[in-house]
């Protein structure tokens, strides 16, 4: 047989291979000249990608309360000296309170300076602003409030925003991995029998999500003299939700 014929037949049945849908035949000559070697390429196995989660709703035990002192005077040394001195007595009531050291983390320290602004005229300077804003855990719900009042009674004059989270999120985020797992087999046995397949193992698993801390929700401004008069400022810690998404890889059987 010439080499010419030789490959016209190789071609010949590679083209045959591919148009009936078989497994395609590559055929590899010898080096001393013998019968050509056969090697097989096995078509991949269909599959089904598919993505799914869990949610998990609970109740939160911390909160974190971001608020600051905010003094303005004449000159910087005076705006700072002001503001260390009211923040020293935040500090002191937040011992009261029962919050503990570590649980308290400045957060901020700014300070500016103060103009005034008038049309057609230069700017003039008015004073000296220092903003020294904190952190705080609370770890006991009951307390929110009245820490939220204590602070302000004693000189606090904004309040950021409160958050709520968990200390230890990993039982609430398996029971959502669970759940998640539960809707992704579910949604495979729908498609495959949808399909008229039977659902093959589970080639690969992947997990996105998870537990994240809300980010800081506004709370309000208020002045120290109304804490007095209002009483404890009722905070409401609802529920969290912890979601968990995976996605999953499964083999079908034709």
Do not use: C, W
Not at 163 to 180: C, H, M, V, W
């Amino acid at each position: 047989m010439t080499r010419n014929t030789r490959a016209r037949m190789l071609g010949g049945a590679l083209t045959a291979a591919v148009a009936l849908g078989a497994p395609a035949a590559m055929a590899q000559s010898q080096p001393d000249g013998g019968a050509p070697m056969m090697i097989h390429a096995m078509a991949e196995r269909p599959a089904l990608n598919l993505s799914a989660y869990g949610e998990v709703k609970t109740a939160p035990d911390m909160a974190t309360i971001s608020f600051g002192v905010v003094t303005e005077a004449t000159t910087a040394a005076e705006a700072m000296r002001l503001n260390a001195s009211r923040m020293n007595e935040v500090m002191a009531a937040l011992r009261r309170a029962g919050i503990e050291a570590r649980d308290v983390q400045t957060s901020g320290l700014n300070l500016s300076a103060q103009y005034d602004y008038v049309e057609n005229q230069p700017p003039r300077l008015r004073g000296y602003q220092a903003v020294n804003r904190v952190t705080v855990i609370i770890n006991d719900l009951t307390a929110v409030g009245t820490t939220a009042d204590a602070v302000v009674a004693a000189g606090v004059n904004q309040i950021d925003g409160i958050s709520f989270g968990l200390k230890d999120p990993t039982a609430a985020e398996n029971q959502a991995r669970q759940i998640a797992v539960r809707n992704l087999q579910g949604k495979a046995q729908l498609y495959a029998q949808a399909l008229g397949v039977q659902l093959g193992g589970i080639r690969s698993l992947s997990e996105g999500g998870g537990y994240s801390p809300q980010p800081p929700q506004p709370m309000y401004a208020m002045r120290a003299e109304m804490a007095d008069s209002v009483g404890s400022t009722p905070v409401a810690a609802g529920q969290l939700t912890v979601r968990i998404d995976i996605t999953g890889v499964y083999d079908l059987n034709r």
